[in-house]
Every structure is written in C-alpha cells, then in structure tokens.
C-alpha cells in the first residue's frame, strides 16, 4: 500500500499544475466584433466642402422645404424641415457603434445578442458573464453575472428588451478619415508656425519656452524636436 501511494505521488508530481494554464489568461475587455462604416454620404460630402456645421445644415433644410412649399405644390409638405429627419428619409445613419456595457464591470457587448436573447423560446434578460480575475484558483469561476437590460412588456403585449447603460463607440481611423478631410487641414497643421506672434505674451503653448527647446532626446547636444 505504501508503494501504491509513493507511486501516486510520483505521478502527480510529474504531471503539470492546473494552475499553470491559467497563467497567461488575462481579462478580456475587447468589444465585440463590428463591420466599419462605409465612407462617403452626400451629407459629408457636402458638410467637407463648404465648411458646415450641423446647424448650418439644418437651416439650409428649413430654407429649401420653405421654397418648395411656397413655389411647389402640397406634394412637398412631406419635404423633411430638420436634420434628423432627412437623415432618417435617405437612410442615413449616425456613424457610431453601439455596444451595451455592463454597469458593474463594463464589459462591452454586442447590442442585437442582448436584444434578441432568449430562454425557453421567450425573450429574456441576459447577465455579463465576465470573469474578473481568470488567473485567480478560486475567482476564475465567479461570472459577473450582472442583468445588462429590462424587460418591459409593451400597449400590445410584446415584450421589449432595453439595454441598461450602452457606449457608443466611433473608430480613430473613421475620426482621422474625417479630420484629413476638412478643409485647409493642412494649412492648420502648419499653424503653429504661421500664426502672429507678440513680444512678453504667450498666447499659446508653442510660446512657452518648453517647446522651443524640447529635444528628441535627453542629449541637449541634438537639434529640437520643433
């Protein structure tokens, strides 16, 4: 029997730790995966060009329902009058990702999973299952487990899931795309050192006497950076 147990604690001391395979989990906040926006709509477009801003936009919508309705015929009564509205009748959506977030832990979701989960065939509320502390032995089981909407039951009987807290989300690369398109962007990025100067004021950072001698390196001996 002795030799039994010495052979059983041998083997066990040559087989790997469970613990070891948890080594290298982390926990996972990345959100879920999402198609990019496809680039170019004629708001944009227009927007870009003329250097205008939104209430611009809006005010230029006004005015032309107000012409066609004086020079028209009722058929422009329809005519969309805000911003929300014409975006809404050429099908043109606000460019964000939505996600729904966990109010305890923040873990991002996919918004359509949450909305059409279902239990037993009927819609219901689905939990976070993040796990805080994957490396941990005695946490790595311990699921978040936080409701992430409510369910309300609609004026005709259906059921309706509204996520609790959502997060919108806009890509740098969509923001950069946008950025490089203003007008004069190149110009702008050229400020700095076109702009009017004045003797004893600062009236930005690059007056300070940090940017006219920050260096690449710590080696005062190299060019500035600027």
Known sequence: EDANIDDRNESSDNEPSNDDEY?????????PPFEPFQDSDTEQSINNRFNLPETATESLIKFLKLVLTEI????????????????KALNLEDRFHSFVACSKCHKLYN???????LQNEQPAIMKCCHVEFPNSTTRRLRLCQTPLAQKTTLLNNQ??????????????KQQLKAMYRQSNFENSL??????PTFDNILTDIYDGEVWKTFKE???????NFF
């Not at 059921?159 to 740098?172: A, D, M, R, T, W």
Request: negative net charge.
């Open 159 to 172: 059921i309706s899931i509204k996520p609790e807290l959502l997060f919108l989300f806009v890509s740098i």
């Open 217 to 223: 390196m710590t080696d005062k001996s190299l060019n």
């Open 111 to 117: 918004k359509q999973e949450i909305k059409s989960f």
């Open 72 to 87: 028209g015929s009722p058929d422009f009564d329809t005519f969309p009058d805000t911003l929300y509205l014409a975006r």
């Open 190 to 195: 050229r400020h700095w050192i076109n702009r």
């Open 23 to 31: 080594h290298e989990i982390f926990e996972d906040y990345s959100c």
